[in-house]
C-alpha cells in the first residue's frame, strides 16, 4: 500500500484538534506476528534485502515510580509488510542483530535512541544506520516533529494512539495492539521516503544522518 507524498510541505504545525478531525490511518498491508525464533529466522531474509525499515519497539508501561521494563516487542517495516517480533517470547537472534548492526540497511523511526539503547540492555550489538525521523523533519523547518504529527502534517492522516499504554508484555497481544505496532513501524518509513523526497526537492542533502560509529 502507498500514501500519496505531497509535492510541498504546506504548514510546519497543525493543532490537535485538527489532527483529531482528520482520517484514521489504516495500514491495510501484510501482518507477520513472530513468536518463536524459528518464524524469525524465517522472517529474516526478506527484512535483509530491504535497503530501508521502518522501526519501533513497544514496552509495557510502568505506573509506579522506580518501575522498569525492557522492550517487549520490535516492529520492523518494509513497503507493505510488516513484521512484529514478541521479544518477550524467545530471544533475540543473531540474525536480528546483524540488521541492527547493518551500515547497509537504514532503520528509520521517531525518537529512536532511547529504543535502541534499551534493546542493548537485551543484547549487546553496536547499532548503525539509525535515522530519527525528526532530524529530517526538523531540515525542513517543520515545529512540530512527533510521529503522530508528521503523519498529519504529511499525509493528512491521523495516527491510533489508544493502544499505546496497553500491556505489550502480554502472551496474546490483542488485535487492535497489533494494528497499532505494524502502523507505528510503517508510517516511519514512509514518512522518511516523504521528508527525503521533499529535501531533494529543496536541492538539500538527503543524506541520512546516521547513529553509530
Known amino acids: 500500500m502507498n500514501l500519496h507524498a505531497p509535492r510541498s510541505l504546506?504548514?510546519?504545525a497543525i493543532c490537535k484538534e485538527h489532527i483529531n478531525q482528520?482520517?484514521?490511518l489504516d495500514f491495510t498491508g501484510n501482518i507477520e506476528l513472530i513468536t518463536t525464533e524459528e518464524q524469525c529466522h524465517e522472517a529474516l531474509p526478506a527484512l535483509q534485502q530491504c535497503p530501508v525499515l521502518g522501526f519501533d519497539t513497544e514496552t509495557r508501561p510502568t505506573f509506579r515510580k522506580g518501575q522498569?521494563?525492557?522492550?517487549?516487542?520490535i516492529q520492523l517495516a518494509t513497503h507493505n509488510h510488516v513484521y512484529l517480533f514478541q521479544i518477550s517470547r524467545f530471544n533475540l537472534p543473531a540474525g536480528l542483530l546483524e540488521i541492527f548492526s547493518s551500515q547497509h540497511i537504514v532503520k528509520v523511526g521517531a525518537?529512536?535512541?532511547y529504543d535502541v539503547k534499551q534493546l542493548q540492555q537485551i543484547a549487546a550489538f553496536d547499532e548503525q544506520s539509525f535515522v530519527d525521523i525528526a532530524h529530517l523533519a526538523t531540515r525542513l523547518g517543520i515545529k512540530q516533529t512527533g510521529l503522530r504529527t508528521l503523519c498529519a502534517l504529511l499525509f493528512g492522516k491521523r495516527l491510533s494512539k489508544k493502544a499505546r499504554c496497553s500491556d505489550w508484555s502480554r502472551k496474546h497481544l490483542s488485535a487492535e495492539q497489533i494494528k497499532y505496532a505494524a502502523a507505528d513501524a510503517w508510517i516511519s518509513?514512509?514518512?522518511y521516503m516523504a521528508l527525503n523526497s521533499l529535501l531533494e526537492k529543496q536541492n538539500a542533502s538527503a543524506e541520512p544522518m546516521v547513529s553509530g560509529k
Open 10 to 12: 504546506e504548514q510546519d
Open 22 to 24: 482528520l482520517p484514521l
Open 68 to 73: 522498569f521494563f525492557l522492550p517487549s516487542l
Open 111 to 113: 525518537g529512536l535512541n
Open 189 to 191: 518509513r514512509e514518512l
